[in-house]
């Protein structure tokens, strides 16, 4: 398909403004760029084709079953779009927050921020909540940042590493580096658990905090979870929530509870705001009581029955200039009125079914990566395959070619040909019937035609993309 | 409530396959003492409820004022094919993609915003985006000092208090010194603004040089729509430009989702923050996209990747996008000079304030009023306007000091009738 560059034409228009109606000002020659930059030049349903059939070049949930591992793709409400696109919302300038003389102006926006900030706390058992982390990692971050500035404000000079077990997502230990710390790994178990010995031999006086998954990207509960919390107390670190899986325990068991300190949310997972095509998502940070001083500011906070804004003693700062992703948070504030409390609890429930459903329906066929049952997603070695010379790529690719996008493959790193399937809780029995029947034909095409598997896909609008050739010739740019 | 597509049938029928008599069954690993009882979460309401509830938000909220707000985030006309495009579900349930086959819509729509950015800012490559204006500053300052192997940050006078507030909070526990001034000696970038945070346009081209002679990097800060006017940073002499990218065509949104524009040049490439997509083919030679030069990244690099950024603003970066194709090359430089033109004629009204700027202004500029621009603004609010920011309010200039931004969508009666009202509540 063409670029947008290559339909462009001198001198078409697509939208077009009022004349002047104030005498035309000019800047001096030195402070003017040479010549216009050089925009495509289109016709308003050059514009509209061009993106419409591009949107038809790729998978999205409204089309396609996505059960990326780990991403949690579940089904994004319409009531949210509306609600977001409200114009005291859509229009609200941000400036507003910085002058107390315009406070009248935004006490919707603030009642909105303070009731999902305390929602959020109750889901994850923490004492509160900032919504300023604009996405999953910048979360993780402001979470590092928090258990940073508690441990500098203690005079724990010392506490310089954060424990990351092998399966993580790679933005844990990315993050927890950004604020200053040494990461050291910790491995996983044969059971898919993070190996609780060498934990606990690693839990030394220099530990500032431990990052945990939980479910970890095994789709397994940490059995050991609890008493890992405890001897990370009994030390002074922190404990780390990574909010990614949290869609598989909501209303099930709390973070807080659970001891940890910590944690991030990801709205556009749990709360099923839109993933946009890679964002915006948006990763409010919860607190404990610990970290409660050094929470993100200004924070929203009500004054009788006003709302007003109020920054913590031993605040780390903004981390948004903000309150982060704002339109964001309330899709997820509308999601969650809808759902309220049983709906929530309900939601987990069938995520974990569905997830056992895929996992039972395919166990034969595919090597379950760990024993037992799953949580919120299940996670397959393809390493019988790849004997026969199919590897999970393969399998990815055939699932495109069946109408299906492909779960989340070679993650985590600790699986061999990983595929990991969340099929989330808005997919029908029928969908996960189709998805498992798709499966098992290719795990039987493995031994029968593998070179049809190899070809996948074939229906796609491009075949196999050349990685190395793009790193080589490196064009990201039309000039 | 609930989007879940179950009935108890179906339910009861996956069990079976599972081998379990109920739900509870597959909750075991949680230890019981741990498990929840009760929640103070609220009972579900009907969707219709739903949206009167947040109707009910959202009229609390006053957006009905003729606004002279800026301060880095400005009110510009968005096309409504913009909207309408971005509504397509195609883009937005997608998710960055993994699978480039069935992700070619998103992929070369990346291509094409980071070709538009370079077109517009002069640089040789760009990234898919970065989350806001303030978090492309620090990520700038990070990436200059993984080039130079420096560890000094010089914040010129002329950056945004936000986004310097936020480099503080980001960079607190690294090992940079962060300070304020303009002098890249020892230094690993020197981070300007144009126009400046008051508004002021400036030739950094002195400065850039400066900053290659000492072997620093020198990053600045743009306003996307004034490119359609105001020397490039490729022009003069930036090594990466940054952007908040509001302005193309997001909507305020009370604070975002917005845009985190970075763009540097060709040496500079592996050292940039963010996914990339770049031009391939498939065996059959046709063209394709795809994310690369993922070794910086963290799914791979994890503690040594260039940024732990991942998802990034995807979508925003899709509006920019169209929004820039649907000005075109003629109609960016249109609003650019109406932005322009329009400010300037209002300062041009306002004789009872002085008007603080020393150089040329683009759309907003500092006046020093006769009274507290607090008291000013609170008062012109009862009159229907959102009069701008009171500078003290974001700790810079003096009580009296108002930060005016104009935009396309001002007409000259709207600003006759604002500069009547200043004079009003100011001199009275």
């Known amino acids: ?59 999205g949930i409204d089309s396609h079953f996505y059960p990326l591992g780990s991403c949690t793709m579940k089904y994004n409400p319409k009531v949210a779009e509306v609600v977001a696109a409200l114009p005291g919302f859509a229009q609200l300038h941000p400036r507003l927050a910085n002058a107390p003389e315009y406070e009248d102006a935004v006490q919707g926006a603030y009642a909105l921020i303070y009731g999902l900030e305390a929602l959020l706390a109750e889901i994850g058992g923490m004492r509160a909540a900032s919504i300023q982390p604009i996405a999953g990692a910048h979360g993780e971050l402001t979470g590092a940042l928090l258990m940073a500035a508690y441990h500098r404000d203690r005079g724990n000079a010392h506490k310089d590493t954060v424990l990351v ?38 839990l030394g006086d220099h530990v500032a905090g431990v990052m945990l998954t939980c479910p970890n990207t095994h789709g397994m509960f940490e059995p ?36 940890f300190d910590v944690m991030h949310f990801n709205l556009h997972k749990t709360f099923a705001t839109p993933h946009g095509g890679g964002g915006p998502g948006s990763g409010p940070v919860g607190v404990g009581e610990r970290l409660l001083p050094y929470l993100p500011g200004p924070r929203v906070v009500k004054r009788e029955d006003r709302y007003t804004l109020d920054t913590p003693e031993k605040s780390i700062g903004r981390v948004a200039a903000f309150f982060g992703n ?27 079914l569905n997830a056992n459903y895929v996992q039972a329906r395919l166990e034969k066929a595919y090597q379950p990566a760990f024993d037992g049952r799953c949580m919120h997603e299940c996670v397959f070695t393809g390493a019988r395959q790849a004997e026969k010379g199919v590897r999970a790529m393969d399998i990815a690719k055939a699932l495109l070619d069946r109408g299906f996008h492909a779960p989340t493959v070679y993650f985590p790193l600790t699986v061999k040909e990983c595929l990991m399937i969340e099929p989330t809780e808005t997919e029908s029995k029928e969908t996960l019937d189709a998805f498992c029947d798709a499966m098992l034909e290719i795990a039987s095409l493995v031994d029968r035609d593998p070179d049809a598997l190899h070809a996948a896909p074939v229906t796609t609008p491009v075949g196999r993309l050349d990685e190395v050739k793009a790193a080589k010739d490196l064009d990201c740019a039309c000039r | 409530m609930s989007w879940v597509p179950h009935t108890d049938a179906d339910r009861a029928a996956m069990l079976a396959v599972i081998g379990v008599d109920s739900t509870d069954a597959l909750f075991e690993a949680i230890p019981p003492e741990a498990r929840l009882q009760s929640w103070n979460v609220p009972p579900g309401l009907s969707e219709m409820r739903v949206r009167a509830l ?48 069935c992700s070619q819509g998103t992929l070369q729509a990346i291509y094409e915003y980071q070709s538009v950015i370079c077109r517009l800012t002069d640089m040789d490559f760009a990234n ?48 940079f010194e962060v300070i304020d001034g303009d002098d890249p000696a020892g230094a690993a970038c020197v981070i300007a603004q144009n126009p400046s945070f008051l508004g002021d346009v400036v030739d950094f081209e002195p400065l850039a040089a400066r900053c290659r002679e000492a072997g620093a990097l020198f990053v600045l800060s743009v306003y996307p729509v004034s490119l359609g006017l105001i020397k490039t940073p490729g022009e003069m002499g930036a090594d990466i430009a940054v952007a908040e990218g509001q302005s193309l065509g997001l909507p305020l949104g009370f604070g975002g989702p917005y845009l985190g524009i970075l763009a540097t040049r060709k040496a500079h490439v592996r050292k940039m923050p963010g996914r990339i997509a770049g031009v391939t083919g498939d065996a059959q030679g046709r063209r394709g996209f795809v994310l690369t030069l993922q070794a910086r990244e963290q799914h791979i690099r994890r503690a040594k990747a260039t940024s732990n950024i991942c998802t990034n603003q995807a979508l925003c970066a899709l509006r920019a996008l169209i929004h820039l194709c649907l000005l075109g090359k003629e109609g960016l430089r249109e609003v650019a000079v109406a932005c322009h033109s329009k400010a300037e004629y209002l300062k041009s009204k306002l004789a009872f304030a002085r008007v603080l700027n020393e ?36 700790g810079r200039g003096e009580a009296n000091d108002l930060l005016i931004a104009v935009t396309e969508k001002r007409t000259r009666a709207e600003l006759d009738a604002f500069v009547a009202a200043l004079e009003e509540v100011a001199c009275s």
Request: hydrophobic content about 40%; glycine content about 8%.
């Open chain 1, 1 to 59: 398909m063409q670029l947008i560059f290559e339909k462009s034409v001198p001198g078409r228009r697509a939208v077009r403004f009022d004349a002047l109606d104030v005498p035309e000002a000019g800047l001096p020659e030195t402070l003017r760029r040479r010549e216009a930059a050089a925009l495509p030049e289109a016709a308003e349903i050059d514009v509209v084709r061009h993106f419409t059939h591009l949107s038809k070049r790729n998978f």
């Open chain 1, 165 to 202: 077990p092998d399966s993580a997502h790679g933005t844990n230990p990315a993050s927890a580096v950004i604020a200053g710390f040494h990461v050291v790994e910790v491995p996983s178990c044969a059971k898919g658990f993070v190996d609780f010995e060498a934990m606990k031999a690693a």
């Open chain 1, 224 to 259: 050991e979870v609890r008493e890992i919390a405890r001897i990370a107390h009994e030390k002074d670190a922190l404990l780390y929530y990574d909010g990614a899986n949290l869609n598989a325990i909501v209303g099930q068991c709390r973070p807080g509870d659970l001891g």
């Open chain 1, 326 to 352: 704002f339109l964001i948070a309330v899709r997820a504030y509308a999601y969650l009125r809808y759902y309220g409390g049983d709906g929530l609890r309900g939601m987990s429930r069938d995520a974990v």
């Open chain 2, 54 to 101: 947040l109707g009910e938000l959202a009229a609390r909220n006053d957006t009905g004022r003729v606004s002279f707000l800026g301060g880095g985030y400005y009110d510009h006309y968005i096309p409504a094919a913009v909207d309408a495009l971005q509504g397509r579900s195609e883009f937005y349930t997608a998710y960055t993609p993994y699978q480039p086959e």
């Open chain 2, 128 to 175: 898919a985006s970065l989350y806001d204006g303030g978090t492309a500053v620090f990520e700038a300052a990070t990436m200059a000092a993984r080039v130079t192997g420096r560890r000094r940050v010089v914040c010129h006078p002329s950056l945004s208090p936000t986004w310097r507030a936020m480099l503080d909070t980001h960079t607190a526990h690294l090992d």
């Open chain 2, 359 to 394: 150089h040329p202004t683009f759309n907003e500029f500092v006046v020093r009023l006769p009274r507290d621009a607090r008291e000013v603004v609170a008062r012109l609010r009862g009159v229907g306007y959102h009069a701008g920011l009171p500078l003290a309010c974001v």
